[in-house]
């Protein structure tokens, strides 16, 4: 998808697609290297409700891959999401 649709910041990449359980899965790709903090994640979660409205889905699983550190807060209080760190 294209990310500037949603918002204006230029570190992310967006995608959409169904899993083997056809659930609905967006994967944000963060490159950005400074922090990731929780301001951040409320970000991301409007513009998976706009996602929704625009497809007209229900999306079940939210990934997030990022390059940079990440505050351990965000990780331990956002439960509905999966984070994977990569090169």
Known sequence: LDF?????????KLFIGI?????????FMREAKSKFIKKELDELVNITK?????????????ILLYRSQICSKVIKNATDWKFYAFM
């Open 50 to 62: 706009l996602v929704e409205t625009k497809f007209d889905t229900n999306i079940k699983k939210l």
């Open 4 to 12: 500037g649709e949603f918002s204006k910041k230029r570190t992310y």
């Open 19 to 27: 899993d083997k359980n056809s659930l609905y899965t967006l994967v």
